[in-house]
């Protein structure tokens, strides 16, 4: 009898130690993946120590019913109780260490904003299963993204803006079917867009600026109906822009500019949801479509540094609102419109063109 009762007592003692503390092994991979880092001012590692990473481990969440390590959130632009002391530097160097992986029932990585942290995204991160957030913003993160992405069915963000990452966007980014929020921008990204892009039907903002990305815009773009926000700026872009991304939804920010865009202006775009359209600095050509009417409501919309011709449309008069209007640097002529929202527009907003007048240029 006393022999089971020990017996019992410690098979007690195992299971509260597992429930109550994280596992041995969350905190070996812990330390290793703290050991490819260093950070010597704010001193955000100080406090993991002692044998349960669950407990005051900065910057680390677990499961409160398993006690498995569930989001590392290490921001270096976050005002936290280490980041709010004055005269500290947010800056952390080294690598994200492999051992990042162990940590199976990952939800969340965080680690933005430290501007020195640097190698590669470790390839087994696309073996995380419950992975939703990958946030590597601001790094000198390089290599490519790897390429069986993917596979994380559940992610939601992912964001590896501010970085040096090279290669092509992995075609399996496709398969990302829980993907809202897509932040590639102002790395050295080359290759195409994926055609079926458009498989990605739960992406609200795909953000690809500042990269090296090269062909057209694939079509199927418009497929994804809850998608709000494209910016393909400063890019290596060609060809038309699809007619049909004017027809979408909820589209509310178009940016293109400082690319290499060319074919005809898309009637579509003046009269649809878009409220910021940026087509700067391309090759787009013939006239502006006459088509503006009640739901054209621009806050900007600008189309300088084209090969724009004929008139300014008189129906552009009509638009509910336009804030900025740049039309300069193209081949209009004629008369500028007289409007309401007009009367706020200066010169620069139409210069350099073949022959417009009217106010504010010249009286025609």
Not at 115 to 125: A, F, R, V
Not at 154 to 183: F, Q
Not at 208 to 214: A, K
Not at 229 to 254: F, H, Y
């Amino acid at each position: 009898m006393g022999t089971s009762l020990l017996i019992t007592a410690v098979v007690v003692l195992v299971v509260s130690t597992g429930v109550n503390g994280c596992p041995p092994a969350d905190r070996e991979a812990l330390l290793a993946f703290k050991a490819a880092l260093h950070e010597s001012y704010l001193g955000i590692f100080s406090n993991w120590t002692g044998t349960d990473c669950c407990q005051y481990w900065y910057g680390v969440i677990c499961d409160p019913e398993t006690k498995r390590v569930a989001d590392i959130s290490l921001r270096g632009e976050f005002d936290g109780p280490f980041i709010q002391k004055a005269g500290l530097t947010r800056y952390m160097n080294g690598s994200i260490s492999p051992a990042i992986c162990k940590l199976e029932r990952l939800s969340s990585i965080v680690i933005s904003d430290w501007k020195g942290i640097s190698g590669i995204i470790p390839k087994c991160i696309a073996s995380l299963p419950f992975l939703r957030i990958l946030d590597l913003i601001g790094n000198q993160i390089s290599g490519e993204i790897p390429y069986d992405i993917g596979k994380l069915s559940r992610l939601t963000v992912l964001n590896v803006a501010d970085n040096r990452i090279t290669g092509r966007i992995p075609r399996s980014i496709v398969n990302l079917s829980s993907l809202m929020h897509l932040d590639l921008r102002n790395n050295s990204i080359s290759g195409t867009i994926p055609q079926d892009f458009g498989k990605l039907r739960m992406l609200s903002r795909a953000l690809l600026s500042g990269n090296r990305i090269s062909g057209p815009i694939p079509y199927t773009i418009s497929y994804i109906y809850r998608l709000s926000d494209i910016d393909l700026s400063m890019n290596r872009i060609s060809g038309p822009i699809p007619e049909s991304i004017g027809k979408m939804a909820v589209l509310a920010t178009l940016n293109l500019d400082g690319n290499m865009i060319s074919g005809k202006l898309p009637a579509t775009l003046m009269n649809s949801s878009i409220s910021i359209l940026n087509l700067s600095r391309n090759a787009i050509e013939g006239n502006i479509p006459d088509v503006f009417g009640p739901r054209s409501y621009f806050m900007i919309m600008d189309l300088s540094y084209n090969n724009l011709k004929g008139p300014i449309p008189k129906s552009i008069a009509s638009a509910s609102y336009i804030g900025h209007l740049d039309l300069s640097h193209n081949h209009l002529c004629g008369s500028i419109p007289v409007g309401s929202w007009f009367e706020h527009l200066e010169a620069s907003s139409f210069v350099n063109n073949d022959c417009l007048c009217g106010k504010p240029l010249k009286t025609c």
